[in-house]
């Protein structure tokens, strides 16, 4: 994971986002935030499963699916399957450890 600090590469309502293998953050502080951190350790965890291009593909899919279902974006981004994993699991400080084989699936 390669961490970098660029609040101009992000739109006003992203705190950060994953792009194997960096993770870009809006702000500095962001680096000690242990569950923003961990969200995004997911993610790439995810990424690296679907070996990252079908990933994004998965994610641009299910997101359009999501929007459709409930009019709109944010719960959209909300109910995406591997968001769902990486907000229940955020807390969890050794869960990328621990996490099984595409366990994102179970939050479909």
Do not use: C
């Amino acid at each position: 994971m390669i961490l970098i600090v660029n609040k101009y590469l992000l739109g006003k309502s992203f705190k950060g986002v994953s792009l194997w293998p960096f993770v870009i953050l809006k702000s500095p502080e962001l680096k000690k935030d242990e569950t923003f951190i961990n969200h995004e350790k997911i993610h790439l965890r995810q990424q690296i499963e679907l070996l990252i291009l079908p990933f994004y593909i998965w994610y641009l899919l299910e997101y359009l699916l999501r929007l459709v279902q409930y009019k709109d974006r944010f719960l959209a981004y909300k109910n995406i399957s591997f968001e769902r994993e990486a907000y229940t699991q955020e807390m969890k400080e050794n869960y990328v450890k621990e996490r099984k084989f595409w366990a994102f699936l179970q939050f479909i």
